[in-house]
Structures are given as structure tokens and as C-alpha cells.
């Protein structure tokens, strides 16, 4: 069974940081991008960054370009989300997804199969 464990969520200051993981189990996905997505109170869910299988060419929303860090480490089946500058905005709840095709870098949450429970991240102002 296929399982997906964020952590590292909690409440932070405007200005600070926070380091997400994600740990996979049940499967490899070491050919699988991975993504990060999140949903705030009353919105839906959006995407945050993905990271293809070799870990170059890596995707971010512009609302977090250049504070955001997607990274992997394929021999731990994980992946991570290096927020700095937070801001209130970057409220919400924080998930990591794997599509269910190999290789292809995807942004659109519809073709992401595999979610975790989530992980909640509070900046306050």
C-alpha cells in the first residue's frame, strides 16, 4: 500500500522558515515526478512546485519563486519544501502528490494520484 507522509508543518512568524518532508512508502517513485501543492481556508487546492525524477527542471508557482525549494533524495523516497519568507498568504494546509505516469512533469493537481494527509502551516502576521 502506497503511502505518503508529510511533516514539518507548524506556526511560523511572517519572515521565517519551515523545511516540509514527505517520505513515500509501499513504493519506489525514483522515476516519478513529485509535487507539492497546498489549499487554503475557502480556496481550492494549488499547486506549490514539482520536481522531476532526475531532479533537474524544476517547477514553482510564481507566488513562491525564489522563497520556495523543491529537492528529492531518491535513495530515501522523499521530498522536500524549503519555504523561506513566509508570508500570511502561504497559509494553509500542504500536500505532496506523485502522478500516476513515470517521467513526465506535471503541475495540474488532476493528474497527480498518490496524496498525502497533509501537513498545516500557519504564518502569522
Known amino acids: 500500500q502506497v503511502q505518503l507522509a508529510e511533516s514539518g508543518g507548524g506556526l511560523v512568524q511572517a519572515g521565517g522558515s519551515l523545511n516540509l518532508s514527505c517520505a513515500a512508502s509501499g513504493r519506489t517513485f525514483n522515476m516519478y515526478t513529485m509535487g507539492w501543492f497546498r489549499q487554503a481556508p475557502g480556496k481550492d487546492r494549488e499547486f506549490v512546485a514539482a520536481?522531476?525524477?532526475?531532479?533537474?527542471?524544476?517547477q514553482y508557482a510564481d507566488s513562491v519563486k525564489g522563497r520556495f525549494t523543491i529537492s528529492r533524495d531518491n535513495a530515501k523516497n522523499t521530498v522536500y519544501l524549503q519555504m523561506n519568507s513566509l508570508k500570511p498568504e502561504d497559509t494553509g494546509v500542504y500536500y505532496c502528490?506523485?502522478?500516476?505516469?513515470?517521467?513526465?512533469?506535471?503541475?495540474?493537481?488532476?493528474?497527480?494520484?498518490?496524496w498525502g494527509q497533509g501537513t498545516q502551516v500557519t504564518v502569522s502576521s
Open positions: 520536481i522531476p525524477w532526475s531532479g533537474g527542471g524544476t
Open positions: 502528490a506523485v502522478p500516476a505516469a513515470r517521467y513526465i512533469m506535471y503541475i495540474s493537481a488532476q493528474e497527480y494520484h498518490y
